[in-house]
């Protein structure tokens, strides 16, 4: 059996007590619990999309970048040992029974700041590894300042484009 947390605020999904966590955007943790929930049997994907976007129109299409997104968080980001079956005309299935319990965030929060306590912070990589076993996990998107760099860049070439005509 598999347990997985998913804090509610902070919309944060860990595994194993914190070593592994992403966020996971609120139709992919609706999806995620119905497969966990109907563990052994196959959920239908107009099942899924009923719980995950009751509110919403939403094509077939959605539910197949959901499930994409799902898999990918889950061997990649969370390092898991857990898959999400395609079952022809019948839907989605988890291929091992998995837990999936939600916890407020001040617990997160307490377990995240002690967590970070105990671990060794490599600044350099954004990157945590656990003192336990010595892995580098990935716990800041590699993407986080794109935006900044960016903005330097565009700063950069047009410092360069009044130096080349003059001004500077």
Known sequence: ????????SSRA???EEL???TRLADSDYLVLKQLCDGYPHPINKSVLIEKAWSERVVTESSI???IHKLRKVLKEELD???EI???RHQGYVLDRPATLNEVSDKIFHER???FEESSH??????EVSHPCNHERKPIVSRFRFIPEVIIFLAIILVIYAYYKIGLL
């Open 112 to 114: 995240l700041i002690s």
């Open 64 to 66: 197949k970048v959901t």
């Open 121 to 126: 912070i490599c600044e350099d990589f954004l």
């Open 19 to 21: 070593r592994s966590f």
């Open 85 to 87: 079956k395609s079952i």
């Open 1 to 8: 059996m598999i347990y997985l947390k998913y804090y509610t």
């Open 80 to 82: 898991m040992d857990l």
């Open 13 to 15: 999904l860990a595994y």
